[in-house]
């Protein structure tokens, strides 16, 4: 990451889970190769985390993107009864968009390059899941919300 990225690093005013999720995610964006962005997102489609270079308008745009993917997944999924979303992949020209779900409903938007590793970055995302997502709580997720929105 550079100088100018926004991603949410650990603040005195958080508890010490929220602290934990904002590190794992930016362990994850930071120490994945091929990883451009990260960003987490809750059910009700508005993040409570993210690890992105960009401007505030990038954030949301993912966010919106990521919450949008998970909809469109949810509807086929239960149109024909598939099951609970695991992971999304967009491959596109220059990269891939993976969205992953990460427990109690929310989900992981990553965009990472063409050069990535897919089966790695998946595995990192399945391994974030598993640390991170079994921390998520409705209260959790309420006070991530709240601090990233100020």
């Not at 745009?61 to 979303?85: D, E, F, H």
């Not at 974030?128 to 601090?147: D, M, Y």
């Amino acid at each position: 990451m550079t100088s100018s990225d926004t991603s949410v690093g650990p603040s005195s005013d958080l508890s010490q889970n929220a602290e934990n999720f904002n590190w794992l995610l930016s362990r994850f964006a930071g120490n994945t190769a091929g990883v451009r962005d990260a960003i987490a997102v809750s059910s009700d489609g508005l993040m409570i985390a993210q690890c992105i270079e960009g401007e505030r308008a990038d954030v949301d745009r993912l966010s919106a993107i990521v919450a949008g993917m998970t909809s469109l997944a949810g509807g086929v999924a239960g149109s024909y009864r598939l099951g609970t979303l695991n992971k999304v992949i967009v491959d596109m020209a220059d990269g891939y968009l993976l969205i992953s779900a990460i427990g109690c409903g929310s989900v992981m938007g990553v965009i990472a390059s063409k050069q990535a590793n897919l089966g790695q970055v998946a595995y990192e995302m399945t391994l974030f899941a598993n640390r991170a997502g079994a921390a998520l709580t409705p209260e959790l997720i309420r006070e991530l919300k709240n601090h990233i929105q100020v």
